[in-house]
């Protein structure tokens, strides 16, 4: 079964940028896998950020974008603030009406 | 307001069935894919499958095939995640989920959660 990657945790200074990715464990992610990116603060239930690679979600603000770089999704945030600390997941559709989650990137603001 | 309104806590005991519900409000409750994804305690999200109320179409992930039923009345807006047997390993936090329709790209994504249902089975 196809695994969807992503690193388990990343840190950030207030202010700066950051990438996280989402891959494949065989493959290349493309626009066709519609990678998605939600993120949950402990207690909450998920917040939709990014869908279709690159499309922002009612309300988000536009220092959170998405993309593809190299052969993975990417979600970056410019100018990271302390209330961005939370667990960010993506979710690769694999046909058939079927979507599989990352493991979720834990993100620290420090 | 779209909204989707989940039923709350259970604790139940192993070999126990139980069936959750996730009330839609808000829009057209049969054009719109709803999906269940699991939380097991200090873990990830898992997709489980996905159901549309219209004609109850539904898919699952391998994972659950057969572990769980989804189904929904669209008579009142509800779907439904449901066990005939649980187990210790089914204690998690359960959501639901609205799949939208992105008409740019033809596919779907989540955009409304529901709270999500605590589901507690022990001994």
């Known amino acids: 079964q196809t695994v969807v990657t992503q690193e388990p945790s990343f840190s950030v200074s207030p202010g700066g940028t950051v990438t996280l990715t989402c891959g494949l464990s065989s493959g290349s992610v493309s626009t066709s896998y519609y990678p998605s990116w939600y993120q949950q603060t402990p207690g909450q239930a998920p917040r939709t950020l990014i869908y279709?690679?690159?499309t922002r979600s009612s309300g988000v603000p536009d220092r959170f974008s998405g993309s593809i770089l190299g052969n993975k999704a990417a979600l970056t945030i410019t100018g990271a603030q302390a209330d961005d600390e939370s667990d960010y997941y993506c979710?690769?559709?694999?046909?058939?009406?079927?979507?599989?989650f990352g493991g979720g990137t834990k993100l620290t603001v420090l | 307001e779209v909204q989707l309104v989940q039923s709350g806590a259970e604790v139940k005991k192993p070999g126990e069935s139980l069936k959750i519900s996730c009330k839609g409000s808000?829009?057209?409750?049969?054009?719109?894919?709803i999906g269940w994804v699991r939380q097991m305690p200090g873990k990830g999200l898992e997709w489980m499958g996905i159901i549309y109320p219209g004609d109850s179409d539904t898919r699952y992930s391998p994972s659950f095939q057969g572990q769980v039923t989804i189904s929904a009345d669209k008579s009142i807006s509800t779907a439904y995640l449901q066990w005939s047997s649980l187990k210790a390993s089914d204690t998690a936090m359960y959501y639901c989920a609205r799949h939208n329709y992105d008409i740019l790209t033809g596919y779907y994504y989540m955009d409304v959660w529901g709270k999500g249902t605590t589901v507690t089975v022990s001994s």
């Open positions: 979710v690769l559709y694999m046909g058939s009406i079927r979507w599989v």
């Open positions: 808000g829009y057209s409750f049969t054009s719109y894919w």
């Open positions: 279709s690679t690159n």
